[in-house]
């Protein structure tokens, strides 16, 4: 357990309105990832953090934003959602010494 | 581009059986990983490697840098080792991204 939690776990929205996904982590790690899964396809980088207000696109980036104020939160924006991210969407840290990533619950969206 | 390719997808084996699942990627990397996900969505670290052969408990993973390839190994299995199986590889960044494959989801039956 690295002390990872995600907030909401579920939530269920329309299209067109904003959501912010919440990653907390308690052990001050540099290192923070948001991750989307979809069937079909494997983990997949939406953005990452090396620390606070550093950040950078990951390989689906395009509809997401993110911010990094605190070296503890890292937070995941849809600015206005979409069907196509309907997913689960997975926070990750990386403990420096072991260059391991360990990974929150998940947050399942659901966008309609 | 950097791919990771995982086989068997699917695998079904009966309790007791002795598991393999393959990884192979196309470039050079610092590490790979083994990831375990149980149904209920958590994910977690089985191991890491740059090289030669990693044990923990009925587990073994073992990764050939020069052909590229890495296979987590179940002995002796069981109903609870159902899960789905993924590999994730380092290719050295200093921001450790790492390219995961689709998985391979594991089915036991008692």
């Known amino acids: 357990d690295a002390g990872i939690t995600q907030s909401p776990r579920h939530k269920v929205t329309e299209t067109g309105t904003p959501v912010t996904l919440r990653c907390h982590q308690t052990?001050?790690?540099?290192?923070m990832y948001w991750y989307r899964q979809d069937p079909g396809h494997g983990l997949r980088l939406i953005h990452y953090?090396?620390?606070?207000?550093?950040?950078d696109k990951g390989e689906v980036s395009d509809g997401y934003s993110v911010s990094r104020s605190k070296t503890e939160d890292f937070l995941l924006t849809l600015e206005s959602a979409t069907s196509s991210q309907t997913s689960v969407y997975f926070c990750?840290?990386?403990?420096?010494?072991?260059?391991?990533?360990?990974f929150g619950p998940g947050t399942r969206l659901l966008v309609l | 581009k950097n791919e990771v390719e995982q086989s068997p997808q699917n695998l079904t084996a009966q309790e007791g059986e002795f598991i393999t699942i393959n990884c192979s990627y196309s470039?050079?990397?610092?590490?790979l990983h083994w990831l375990q996900q149980h149904p209920g969505g958590g994910i977690v670290s089985l191991f890491m490697?740059?090289?030669g052969k990693k044990k923990h408990g009925r587990l073994i993973a073992t990764i050939n840098i020069q052909e590229k390839h890495s296979s987590l190994h179940i002995t002796a299995s069981h109903p609870r080792d159902s899960a789905v199986y993924i590999c994730?590889?380092?290719?050295?960044?200093?921001?450790?991204?790492?390219?995961f494959g689709k998985g391979t989801k594991l089915s036991v039956k008692p």
């Open positions: 990750a840290i990386r403990r420096q010494i072991e260059e391991t990533q360990y």
């Open positions: 052990e001050n790690h540099r290192y």
């Open positions: 953090s090396y620390g606070v207000k550093d950040t």
């Open positions: 470039v050079g990397i610092s590490a």
């Open positions: 490697l740059s090289s």
């Open positions: 994730a590889v380092d290719y050295g960044g200093s921001q450790g991204n790492l390219i």
